[in-house]
């Protein structure tokens, strides 16, 4: 499936909820969700949303959490069948893993704006698990693993302008702890339930990839 080129805000009221593509923005009034809760192509909120088969229901669920993520369908497919092979609620195992990708990881320590922002900043060789540097967005983090911007790019005023901002910062997933003044997080355990996103519903997704 080729990159979606619909803007982040368009993708958000196709979906009728906040994905959270563009960080902070999607807190304030300016949200288009906020603005213009209605899809894209009606010029008002009066005509409701079309009702949708079980397939076409089941398709938009993932289509939701595949945004959610900011993953290519490869990348997320590979995700699911990851978690449908290991023990457990096969559902909760695909949130935890996609949770647990560093790209994730990061973006949830508040090193970057947008899971999009922390894939480009881990590409470019920013940061380092467990004192290795590290430039796979996919890599799933591991309980008691050290995430941390590499010691060349903390210097850099992107960095210096993040950690100024994570003196500010109120909310971590319960799973992680932060170090806003080194730069640098870490793994405390996998996430529990309340960690994991609850706006989606997994089992349709499930159903989607067993037909």
């Given at each position: 499936m080729g990159r979606n080129l619909d803007s982040k805000c368009t993708?958000?009221?196709?979906?009728?909820?906040?994905?959270?593509?563009?960080?902070?923005?999607?807190?304030?009034?300016?949200?288009?969700?906020?603005?213009?809760?209605?899809?894209?192509?009606?010029?008002?909120?009066?005509?409701?949303?079309?009702?949708?088969?079980?397939?076409?229901?089941?398709?938009?669920?993932?289509?939701?959490?595949?945004?959610?993520?900011?993953l290519m369908e490869k990348q997320f497919r590979l995700t699911f069948e990851k978690a449908s092979n290991k023990p457990g609620d096969a559902g909760k195992n695909f949130l935890r893993l996609l949770?647990?990708?560093?790209?994730?990881?990061?973006?949830?320590?508040?090193?970057?704006?947008?899971?999009?922002?922390?894939?480009?900043?881990?590409?470019?060789g920013h940061f380092q698990v467990n004192g290795v540097k590290t430039d796979i967005p996919s890599f799933i983090v591991k309980e008691g693993q050290e995430i941390a911007v590499r010691p060349g790019s903390v210097k850099s005023l992107y960095f210096k302008q993040i950690s100024e901002s994570l003196k500010k910062k109120t909310e971590l997933p319960g799973w992680l702890n932060l170090n806003g003044a080194e730069l640098k997080g870490k793994v405390l355990h996998e996430p529990v339930e309340t960690d994991l996103p609850v706006n989606f519903n997994v089992q349709m997704i499930i159903e989607y990839y067993s037909k």
């Open positions: 993708q958000c009221r196709r979906a009728g909820e906040k994905l959270f593509l563009k960080g902070e923005r999607c807190n304030t009034p300016k949200c288009a969700i906020v603005k213009r809760n209605f899809p894209p192509g009606f010029h008002g909120p009066t005509r409701g949303r079309r009702k949708s088969s079980d397939y076409g229901t089941q398709l938009t669920e993932k289509q939701k959490l595949k945004k959610y993520y900011q949770e647990m990708r560093l790209d994730s990881t990061v973006y949830r320590l508040g090193f970057a704006t947008s899971r999009a922002q922390a894939r480009q900043l881990i590409n470019h």
